[in-house]
């Protein structure tokens, strides 16, 4: 019984593989008249952008860097001091380190993302700050600011990323860490 089986998907085989080799058949295809009465082909397409409109700035009038701007030239500003003016689009989730530890959850460092306005494509990641640092400073979604600090590729507690994070010194004018 086993040896039909074998037998049978054997032919079957053969007979698909042989049926995939045919070559395929000839379609003709009758030339279409054209009528020369036809007025020609009307295109009516928009002027093309200006060369201008495919630079991104590096920086705003004011002289602080632009989130894109320091994201698309960022070989020239890695590991380097910034000051990149940015609404603040999503802060991160505040963690409160007696409720993680009795769940036995790691409270993750704060993060802020920011970008140049509601609408660009780019978000920059902000760290290197603590709760109470939000807390004092009273940041919130929807502000703008100016972050200070270090534009580099990783930072402690965060993965390497493609556009990079901005290690923060200041917001503003006000120090993530009080002098003593």
Do not use: W
């Amino acid at each position: 019984m086993l040896k039909s089986l074998l037998r049978v998907g054997a032919i079957l085989t053969a007979v698909v593989s042989l049926g995939a080799c045919d070559p395929p058949a000839t379609v003709q295809v009758e030339d279409e008249k054209v009528d020369d009465k036809l007025p020609p082909a009307r295109v009516d397409l928009p002027d093309p952008p200006p060369a201008s409109g495919f630079t991104i700035p590096e920086k705003n009038s004011d002289g602080t860097m632009r989130v894109e701007g320091l994201i698309h030239h960022q070989e020239k500003f890695l590991d380097q001091k910034v000051d990149v003016k940015g609404l603040i689009v999503k802060l991160s989730t505040p963690c409160d380190p007696k409720k993680a530890k009795k769940t036995g959850d790691p409270c993750p460092e704060p993060n802020l993302f920011i970008k140049d306005d509601a609408d660009a494509q780019k978000v920059l990641r902000v760290v290197g700050y603590d709760e109470d640092f939000v807390k004092k400073s009273k940041l919130a979604e929807g502000e703008e600011h100016v972050f200070k600090g270090t534009y580099s590729k990783v930072a402690q507690g965060f993965v390497a990323t493609e556009d990079g994070l901005l290690l923060l010194d200041y917001v503003d004018d006000m120090a993530v860490v009080e002098p003593k």
